[in-house]
């Protein structure tokens, strides 16, 4: 947790007795608390030492309560900062993430062992939950960890009883923070162990220097574009794409990850019928952010299907399956493309220059993943430098842009907000997302294979 380091220097500014935060002595329960701070006074304090706005200031805040540098007096589970006259305290730095210990398991068995001879086996729905499922992993030492959660227990009790609540206070908010009750949000997520500490310093030996040296070399011989031309073609990209970058421009009509209201998500699947204004607008940007969207390639679909020329795009589609599909299936699939695009007076065939296709055909008695990369790349540039601009002009892409949704921005109050955590609901799982575009890479695939006509006249003779 090394970028949490200025933010440890933060709390210490905030806690010094002369420019700090003001606190003072609250009763909790009849029993008095030392220390205590107030919710506004931390807003203003950070508003004042930062120069930011309210806003601004309650996410640092926020993000401070989550992280447990400070933890709530009174509502122990929500972990955010309200702006009002709310009582806060400072955690006490060994409880602090900047810490290298991790919290384990044993640990927590042991809290939630003291914690329910306390209230004599009244804990929360989670925490009993947890508390149960604990008992099974570690069954084999549960003796160990009962023992000592009545020997901290009866050591608590020796304390008086301010330092005995501001204690349980502390350690019920670590555990919150580490262990966070369902359907609530962790700052905390671990991950997977690192194999290397990404702090420590590196030994510099020969070998190290002589890569500088190599790169520097290179990086000098390399050659190099004018300023003007690289800031002016950076100066084209960010106007471009100004509105649609989530840090610069709101998401419509809110952000999912603040409000955990999945309109917008629903708005923007993969294959929706009805695109947002949006979505739309940033097909014409480039081909590549054409292709790169389901619903934008799809639509594209439609455009060449009328314009009689969808076999470049299939031949594309079917370079880039293989380029990316497994290895086992490469010769079956090249022996696929040759037939249906490359093969004389084949149903789909083509049309790349002479010296692309022997190249090509030559490479296919041999296919690997890269063999088509020649003819992938002349098709992609003939549909980017005369179909994909006859597509922005076509009816197609005007009908798609009058039918566009353009959403209005959704402002929730805090009980709102509060009821769509509780109500948040599980995205779509990867494995059905997967199965349904190879459901429709299937009926795809059907509908572009050649047509036999004697069997369709055939059928149609039976019929009748």
């Not at 709530?72 to 702006?83: A, F, N, S, T, W």
């Not at 500490?197 to 190099?224: G, L």
């Amino acid at each position: 947790m090394a970028c949490l380091a200025k933010v440890e220097a933060m709390v210490l500014e905030m806690q010094d007795s002369k420019s700090g935060v003001k606190s003072s002595e609250q009763k909790l329960n009849i029993t008095s608390i030392p220390h205590v701070v107030a919710g506004q006074d931390i807003l203003a304090w950070i508003a004042n030492h930062m120069k930011v706005d309210a806003q601004e200031a309650q996410t640092i805040g926020t993000m401070l309560v989550a992280y447990g540098f400070i933890y709530p007096l009174q509502d122990h589970k929500k972990l955010i900062l309200k702006p009002d006259g709310s009582l806060y305290r400072f955690q006490t730095p060994y409880f602090w993430p900047v810490q290298k210990w991790k919290a384990d398991n044993t640990d927590y068995a042991i809290y939630l062992a003291k914690r329910n001879i306390r209230k004599k086996g009244t804990l929360d729905v989670y925490e009993q939950e947890y508390y149960n499922n604990l008992h099974k992993w570690l069954n084999h030492k549960w003796d160990f960890i009962v023992m000592q959660a009545k020997e901290q227990y009866r050591a608590g009790k020796e304390r008086n009883k301010a330092d005995r609540v501001v204690f349980d206070c502390q350690e019920r908010a670590y555990w919150i923070v580490h262990r966070p009750p369902p359907r609530t949000h962790s700052a905390m997520d671990y991950g997977m162990d690192r194999l290397i500490d990404p702090n420590a310093e590196e030994n510099k030996t020969f070998d190290h220097y002589r890569r500088i040296i190599i790169f520097t070399q290179q990086a000098i011989m390399r050659p190099r574009v004018k300023s003007t031309v690289s800031l002016g073609a950076m100066l084209k990209h960010m106007t471009t794409y100004k509105d649609h970058d989530p840090f610069l421009a709101p998401c419509l009509p809110s952000n999912p990850w603040q409000t955990d209201d999945s309109t917008y998500w629903d708005l923007n699947m993969r294959n929706v019928e009805i695109p947002t204004k949006m979505r739309v607008e940033r097909w014409s940007f480039s081909f590549f952010e054409l292709l790169n969207d389901p619903r934008g390639r799809t639509d594209f679909k439609v455009f060449l299907k009328k314009e009689f020329s969808g076999e470049n795009l299939a031949f594309w589609e079917a370079a880039e399956e293989m380029k990316w599909g497994t290895a086992s299936s490469i010769s079956e699939k090249a022996q696929t493309i040759f037939k249906t695009f490359l093969a004389p007076g084949a149903p789909r065939w083509i049309n790349i220059d002479g010296r692309t296709m022997g190249l090509t055909v030559k490479g296919l008695e041999h296919p690997h993943r890269y063999v088509l990369d020649a003819a992938q790349t002349h098709i992609f540039m003939l549909m980017k430098k005369d179909t994909f601009y006859r597509y922005l002009k076509s009816p197609v892409y005007k009908d798609i842009q009058k039918k566009a949704l353009s959403p209005a921005s959704h402002n929730f109050t805090p009980s709102q907000l509060e009821q769509n955590a509780q109500n948040r609901k599980p995205g779509i799982h990867p494995i059905i997302i997967w199965q349904q575009e190879e459901e429709e890479r299937a009926k795809a695939a059907a509908a572009a294979g050649p047509i036999d006509i004697k069997k369709l006249m055939a059928s149609k003779l039976d019929r009748k």
